[in-house]
């Protein structure tokens, strides 16, 4: 079993619900035990006029291969009625691998730890809830690096 740390983030279609939707299907995924959400937070969008968007982040305990959560977590984004038509464009939700044990992965389809995680509060501050104090990410970064560059700006934790 490795643990893993799934990015969550909607701005379409009650946001909160669809996140909490997500989390009810990444609890039925094989080989798969989730292991903790953290708090839902909201943020502006990364492009001016959209909605805000509600993030968080889940921690698994899994045995699937990169790719067959990747292929797992894409199947749930589509069940619950993602359509890709622009890049960081309004989702119903958006579901991105952040770490995956201590791997680093470059694959066409797959970068782990996630491309530019370190800019993005609504990725750091969540993750932070669940990873332990000390974290190292594979690349040797440190998650309390990390937030220390990253302030807690835009970021608004909402209430369970």
């Known amino acids: 079993m490795e643990r893993i740390y799934i990015g969550m983030g ?7 619900e669809q996140l909490r939707s997500a989390v009810e299907a990444l609890a039925q995924l094989p080989q798969t035990a989730l292991v903790g959400v953290s708090s839902f937070y909201q943020s502006d969008s990364l492009l001016p006029g959209q909605p805000r968007y ?8 899994s045995t699937l291969t990169p790719l067959e959560l990747l292929d797992a977590l894409q199947a749930i984004e589509i069940d619950q009625g993602r359509e890709r038509h622009e890049r960081w464009g309004p989702r119903t939700l958006d579901l991105d691998i952040l770490l995956f044990g ?10 782990v730890p996630h491309y530019h995680m ?7 501050y969540p993750l ?3 990873a332990p104090a000390d974290l190292q990410l594979a ?5 309390r690096d990390l937030l220390a560059a990253c302030p807690f700006v835009g970021l608004e934790r909402l209430a369970p």
């Open 118 to 124: 370190q800019a993005r509060a609504f990725v750091l």
């Open 128 to 130: 932070a809830e669940l």
């Open 139 to 143: 690349d040797g970064r440190h998650l």
């Open 102 to 111: 201590d791997r680093l992965i470059d694959e066409p389809r797959l970068k």
């Open 54 to 61: 509600t993030n968080a982040v889940a921690a698994l305990d």
């Open 10 to 16: 909607s701005n379409l279609a009650a946001p909160a």
